[in-house]
Structures are given as structure tokens and as C-alpha cells.
């Protein structure tokens, strides 16, 4: 079994009867929706609310009911990817370009549990560039301002275009300075006007799903 399916599923176990769950988006979270999916055709009562509108798709197409914050205000559990990890259980989310639904999710959550195949693990975040998300008005100007930091940013494209988000707005995707302190980064950008939200999940995942030399699947807390 591959690995993403292997911790992917293990996240379903978290998931119990009358649970609120933030739903998350990508690759490994995929193998959690569809084993929740399973659980409800066998009786399992749920609602979830998707980070995404692909993740809101697969939850139809798995037969997860869904709510919304107009009818909840908290979540039991919220259970995601990620493209980096560090020891401290920090996180750099983005690749899927739903960080900021997913963020706003996983703050609202009880519980935040990650999903992540042992390739996400690192000794210090840096290796995947840094997705920013920023409003189209005055891209240009915000690029500059997050350069200004020791950045580089590049914005995303799609098709020779930029990438446009769920939320419809621009990604960038960041070099970080080599000697980046997570939280205080992922605050400083914050500030900038024109950006939305960043990648960097500092302080907030309470387990990582993950796998060990022998491929077993292991909880970091
Ligand atoms: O955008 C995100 O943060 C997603 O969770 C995603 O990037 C996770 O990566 P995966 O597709 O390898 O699970």
C-alpha cells in the first residue's frame, strides 16, 4: 500500500460518531475522505466542512454530508496534508493552493491532525518554497514589500496565467531566508497589506500521521 494511502487512512480512525470534521485537500488527505466516506455508508454519523471547492467535490462524490459555519461555529477534528514538516510540528501548507480555507479551518478545530508520507519531514522548513496568498489589487507592490523581508516570491501560474484560488486571489510562492524563525515569519508577513494569509502553520497541528523506517504509522505530538 502506498504511503500516502497508509497514513491517509489512519486519520479516519480520529473520526467519530457525531463529529464535526474540517475536511482538508490534496493528495493524502484524499485517502482520509474516502475511507470517511466508507465509514458513513456503514452507519457513521458525520457533517464536514471542505477547505476546498476540489476537496467539496470529492466529499460529494464520497457521500460525506457537509455543513457550513452558518450552522457551526467550532469543529471536533480538522485532518489535512502538508508540504513540510519540522520537528516542532510546524508546517508549510500551500501546494494546493488552499491555505487559507484550510487554515481558517484548522484554527477552528478542536483537534488538528496532519497527514504527511515521510518526504514531507524536514530538519528545518525551507525546502518547499512558501505559498503567500495575496488580494490582485496592487500584486505587484505586495511582491515587493514581501521581497523586502528576504523573500523571493514568484507569483503562480496556471496555464502561462496566474493562478487564481478558491478565494480568488494570487498566489506566491516564496524563497524564505536560511535563518527564518517560523511563527515570527508567518506573523511578519501577515502584516503586509495586500496579503491574505501564508503557508507557515506554526504552533497549530497537535498530530502528525506519519510513517517510521518500517513503513509503520506513527503519531508525532
Ligand atoms: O495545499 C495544501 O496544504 C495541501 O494540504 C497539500 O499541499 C498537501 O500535499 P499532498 O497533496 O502531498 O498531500
Redesign the pocket.
Known sequence: MNE?KLVGEKAAEFVKDGMIVGL???????YTLEKIGQMVKEGLQIKGIPTSMATEKLAHEFGIPLTSFKEVTYLDVAI????EVDPDLNLI???????LR?KIIAAAANTFIV???SS?LSAKLGSFRL?VEVIPFGYERTAMQISSIGCVPEMRLSNGNPYITDNHNYIFDCEIPENSQPHKLETVLNMIPGVVEN?LFTKMADVIITLDANKKTVLMK
Not at 24 to 30: E, L
Not at 93 to 99: D, E, N, R
Open positions: 500516502k482538508g485537500t490534496g493528495s493524502t488527505v484524499y489535512d496534508g502538508a508540504d501548507k500551500g501546494g494546493g493552493g488552499a491555505l484550510e497527514v504527511a508520507d514531507k505559498p503557508g
